[in-house]
């Protein structure tokens, strides 16, 4: 008796964290460019982890100020500028073990003759206190596999 209800109890729970986890969100702060690429690779995301991907878009600076100031910070930064990502990993706000390169950016001019630039790419990554940490970061590799490499080249990106 006292094992059934043991396993009975263990099922309960089970399932309440299942239902639990397809609820919950997966704080995104993206840069506005990417939303078309973004909304159209999120189901597909959630589809295969539960985790509903909650979009906040907006200009890279922006976002990365948002990010300084939060009480509460989202759980992956995707920026469209360098820049913005260099200010927020400043602040040590970024895991940057876990931050990938995951679009090309338009090639600068040369400074040199003959010299091309170093390629600049833009990068996501999980933020350093990422409330969702695990689903985070699957989120930031998915975004390098083949589904989300396809919609950001149907939205005229380039991939490294």
């Known amino acids: 008796m006292r094992n059934r209800f043991i396993l009975l109890a263990s099922m309960a729970l089970l399932a309440a964290g299942a239902a639990n986890a397809s609820a919950q969100k997966l704080a995104v702060f993206a840069d506005k460019s990417f ?5 159209e690779i999120a189901p597909i995301f959630a589809e295969r982890t539960g985790f509903e991907v909650q979009l906040s878009l907006g200009s890279s600076d922006a976002l990365a100020e948002r990010i300084i100031r939060a009480a509460v910070p989202p759980d992956v930064f995707f920026p ?5 990502m260099q200010l927020v990993m400043e602040k040590g706000l970024v895991d940057v073990a876990l931050k990938r390169n995951v679009l090309l950016m338009p ?3 040369p400074t ?15 933020l350093a206190n990422a409330a969702n940490r695990l689903q985070a970061m699957a989120y930031v590799e ?3 596999s083949d589904e989300a490499r396809a919609a950001f080249a149907r939205q005229g990106f380039a991939l490294p």
């Open 35 to 39: 939303k078309p690429a973004l909304e």
């Open 112 to 126: 040199e003759e003959g010299v091309e630039p170093e390629p600049q790419y833009t990068s996501a990554a999980v």
């Open 107 to 109: 090639a600068a001019e």
């Open 80 to 84: 469209a500028s360098e820049t913005a």
């Open 142 to 144: 998915f975004l390098t």
